[in-house]
């Protein structure tokens, strides 16, 4: 059953996803691409301060990684090195990696209008993205599944036409609406499920064909499920044929794998070690949805950690409680994290152990008795030997390691790797940070850990005059070669703080008369408004006291 929205309470105000798409556009994080063409569904450009978040997301996972990895279980940093390879590979690599063959979603096709879905994310998408189910939910109660017939027959005669033409309720009312009361009246003990109720104002041919699973865009019944390839194709070179097709990687793993060797040969790293790697990966996702949590372009930030089979399992713990700290670490709250282990039967057949961390968007909702529900935002996967040996029988090159601390035993390395979305951790920076304040003008303000603030200081002459302008720009120039810092000038100072509130500036250092006199300037707090006045020369030693806080 899909997750519906909680009631908002007073203390906790609901975050609204169509208010932090909103805000994103407005002040330049996030637009959709191709804007002035109408947009192009499943992309999204980064403006000027979502670039900024989205580089201070990845230079934080590679300091964490790559030039600061986290100490090991044996006192010592781990070894990782870095990586950039290319996004066109060999075809090669990706019928090796099994992409070709089974990198694929179910999908389910609408006959009547032509409406694509992905068929395990149905319901979901029913009951929170479809216009005529969200209409149909306001008249009739969802949770006690009482039927109003008169409510539903009026909505099927007026709004249902408009927005779900291909219903069995909008085509034929008083037949479905006749059928549904006898089979609610007929178990008056049993209320019907929500998706039941909706499954049964779909239904044409009533009991006859049984319920039928409707198209969230026009109500028409949908095809049985078909499997659907994810991966974005090319052709190079001038002739365009089938022999010319190479594939754009649908993650960033795979060019890690394939220079395992490289590395090996051309650096000093001995097993255990990781090979990191940022960057765009492209999925022709069937339906891209909830803003930039699901696109077709977007990045990744993926680590395969390199080790012998027999330390796999300690590796897989040690990685899984490093990832959950490094998001804990830059302000995701732990009550809005979870920690899911996959069953065994929902592994791929590869892999021994799955963890996903999962974050509670604000689209998952909560369940019928006020769970918070999550969405993944980073998978760690025990992916046993099953890469490299596909790898080393595809391109007949040796993939395995002979181990000098183990008496030159052979073996293929096995790998855990932490595989997390940047574009998708970015969003989980964005609606966490969302705070909603109507006791300040801006009536919101984002709550990013300064290590993460796109600007982490705003420097506000009060006055266009009397030599502020000057002052601030002294301070400016040398604040910015440390630090990202915004010199505003204009408008009064309170219209500045709600902006610099807005983007999730946590400082403002504002000059007035008095710096004229003594070079001390306020800082303002963006989480508490407070206000205190410090030395002009302080205001560096502050902000990097406050960013490594
Ligand atoms: P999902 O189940 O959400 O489709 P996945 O399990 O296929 O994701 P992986 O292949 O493990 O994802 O990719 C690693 C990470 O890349 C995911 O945890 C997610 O953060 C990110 N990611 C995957 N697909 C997308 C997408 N279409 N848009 C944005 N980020 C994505």
Redesign the pocket.
Known sequence: MPSTQAAPTPETPVKDMKDIVALCKRRGFVFPASDIYGGINGFWDYGPLGVELKNNLRDLWWKRMVTCPPIGPDGHPVQIVGLDSAIIQNPKVWVASGHVGGFSDPMRKCPKCGHFVRADHLWNILFSESEWVNSLLQVFEPHTGRIDTPAIMNWAKGKGKKLAPNLAVVKDPEVVMSFLATRVNGQPNAPLEIQEIVSHLATAQLNATGLQDPCPRCGGALEGESTFNLLMHTYLGVSATEDDKAYLRG?TAQGIFINYKNVMDSSRVKVPFGIAQTGKAF?N?VTPRNFI???RE?E?MEMEFFCHPSEANMWFDFWVSERKKFWEDLGLKTDNLLMREHEADELVFYSKRTFDIEYHFPFNGFDEKGNKQFG????IAYRTDYDLKQHAEHSGQRLDYLDPERDNERYVPHVIEP???L??GVLALLCEAYTIDPSRPSGVYLNFHPKVAPKKAAILPLMAKDGHPEKAEKLYMELREEFAVDLDIKQNIGKRYARQDEIGTPFCFTIDGQTMEDDTVTVRERNTMAQERIAMSKVADYLREKMRA
């Open positions: 993650e999925r996702e949590f699901r696109s977007f990744q993944e935002l980073e998978g595989a997390a979305g574009t998708r």
